[in-house]
């Protein structure tokens, strides 16, 4: 549609990259100087509760905006996967748990370590490197039969796969969601700068819609309809990357592409681009099964927690708010079992003070 208008000849494809790319700089940029990441919010020390208040108020921002979008008709999700109504209990649950595991494996959730990566956080790097590898075997390689045996254990909704579906419509549920995120935004005391960076984040789930949706629109050669998520995209960038000249590149690779470079250029220009690497082979070895996890768990909870969370829920996706659950519970579950029992055992053997 904007391409036809502008008399421009470039394909909507080539333009999607770019238009990709845009958006992942602003997410690059906005989430390095943040820290944004969902795990920091639910596990980790004394700023927990401040992390979680900037997550969730990009989440009200991206629910709102989105919701506001639709209602106008500038964002239809109808045919989307967010909207099928036979939803995939089992591999949202599962996905959910499996992913929320991983990320308090490798520390961070995968757009997380995709800016810690970018700023010079070798860990980050090989378990973005091992999501992308285990998430494309699992999309499309020797782990899909299973991804497919678990897809297929479904609940069917009925036409009601979407929130705004159900009785009230979408105000209803859009109010009190935002009720109960603004209670928590409110209790959290976050910093208004990095407020405001949550709020450009969660802003760019309905422009990735409506720019995936409406401004690229062309019946002669469309483009799939998608908003930020770290999952696919890192999937089909390490494909485009080994194949290029097989298959062409699209939002996704142009997205993670761009959040690379924003996140690269902020850390440089903050002074905080160094490079960091593993301490010990265990170390090691537990950040490699994290990224792991994380690819499985992922791809079969239909998004990672920006895909699912931030831009299913705020869809008021039913399948992605399943999703997000479960990604809590796990990565609160891994947090007791692994994270606070060994400084528990490390505090039972250490030699007490003269």
């Given at each position: 549609?904007?391409?036809?208008?502008?008399?421009?000849?470039?394909?909507?494809?080539?333009?999607?990259?770019?238009?990709?790319?845009?958006?992942?700089?602003?997410?690059?940029?906005?989430?390095?100087?943040?820290?944004?990441?969902?795990?920091?919010?639910?596990?980790?020390?004394?700023?927990?509760?401040?992390?979680?208040?900037?997550?969730?108020?990009?989440?009200?921002?991206?629910?709102?905006?989105?919701?506001?979008?639709?209602?106008?008709?500038?964002?239809?999700?109808?045919?989307?996967?967010?909207?099928?109504?036979?939803?995939?209990?089992?591999?949202?649950?599962?996905?959910?748990?499996?992913?929320?595991?991983?990320?308090?494996?490798?520390?961070?959730?995968?757009?997380?370590?995709?800016?810690?990566?970018?700023?010079?956080?070798?860990?980050?790097?090989?378990?973005?490197?091992?999501?992308?590898?285990?998430?494309?075997?699992?999309?499309?390689?020797?782990?899909?039969?299973?991804?497919?045996?678990?897809?297929?254990?479904?609940?069917?909704?009925?036409?009601?796969?979407?929130?705004?579906?159900?009785?009230?419509?979408?105000?209803?549920?859009?109010?009190?969601?935002?009720?109960?995120?603004?209670?928590?935004?409110?209790?959290?005391?976050?910093?208004?700068?990095?407020?405001?960076?949550?709020?450009?984040?969660?802003?760019?789930?309905?422009?990735?819609?409506?720019?995936?949706?409406?401004?690229?629109?062309?019946?002669?050669?469309?483009?799939?309809?998608?908003?930020?998520?770290?999952?696919?995209?890192?999937?089909?960038?390490?494909?485009?990357?080994?194949?290029?000249?097989?298959?062409?590149?699209?939002?996704?690779?142009?997205?993670?592409?761009?959040?690379?470079?924003?996140?690269?250029?902020?850390?440089?220009?903050?002074?905080?681009?160094?490079?960091?690497?593993?301490?010990?082979?265990?170390?090691?070895?537990?950040?490699?099964?994290?990224?792991?996890?994380?690819?499985?768990?992922?791809?079969?909870?239909?998004?990672?927690?920006?895909g699912a969370g931030l831009s299913g829920v705020s869809a008021l996706s039913i399948a992605a708010g399943l999703s997000l659950l479960s990604i809590v519970l796990g990565a609160v579950i891994a947090d007791r079992l692994v994270d606070r029992r060994n400084s528990s055992s490390i505090a039972a053997h250490a030699t007490p003070a003269e």
């Open positions: 549609m904007l391409l036809e208008f502008l008399g421009l000849d470039i394909s909507p494809v080539s333009t999607s990259v770019i238009f990709g790319a845009v958006v992942g700089i602003l997410f690059g940029v906005s989430a390095q100087i943040s820290r944004f990441c969902l795990r920091r919010g639910l596990v980790e020390g004394t700023d927990r509760r401040e992390a979680l208040g900037v997550w969730l108020f990009a989440l009200l921002v991206a629910l709102i905006a989105t919701q506001i979008g639709s209602s106008i008709g500038l964002i239809d999700l109808s045919a989307h996967r967010f909207a099928q109504s036979n939803i995939p209990v089992l591999a949202a649950i599962l996905g959910g748990l499996i992913f929320g595991f991983g990320m308090v494996l490798s520390r961070g959730c995968v757009s997380r370590l995709t800016v810690l990566g970018a700023s010079g956080n070798l860990r980050g790097l090989l378990v973005i490197t091992i999501f992308a590898i285990v998430a494309h075997a699992t999309l499309k390689g020797v782990l899909s039969p299973l991804r497919v045996a678990i897809g297929n254990v479904t609940f069917p909704l009925e036409g009601a796969a979407l929130a705004s579906e159900l009785p009230g419509g979408a105000i209803l549920w859009t109010l009190l969601i935002s009720a109960g995120l603004v209670a928590i935004i409110l209790r959290s005391r976050a910093r208004f700068s990095h407020l405001a960076l949550a709020g450009i984040i969660g802003l760019l789930v309905p422009i990735g819609w409506i720019g995936t949706g409406v401004l690229l629109l062309d019946d002669f050669d469309p483009i799939p309809l998608e908003t930020i998520s770290f999952t696919a995209p890192w999937a089909d960038s390490l494909f485009w990357t080994i194949a290029s000249t097989s298959i062409p590149a699209g939002f996704g690779t142009g997205l993670v592409g761009g959040v690379l470079f924003g996140a690269l250029a902020s850390a440089v220009i903050r002074g905080e681009a160094r490079l960091e690497s593993f301490e010990t082979p265990s170390q090691t070895l537990r950040y490699v099964l994290g990224g792991a996890l994380m690819g499985v768990g992922g791809v079969l909870a239909g998004g990672c927690t920006v």
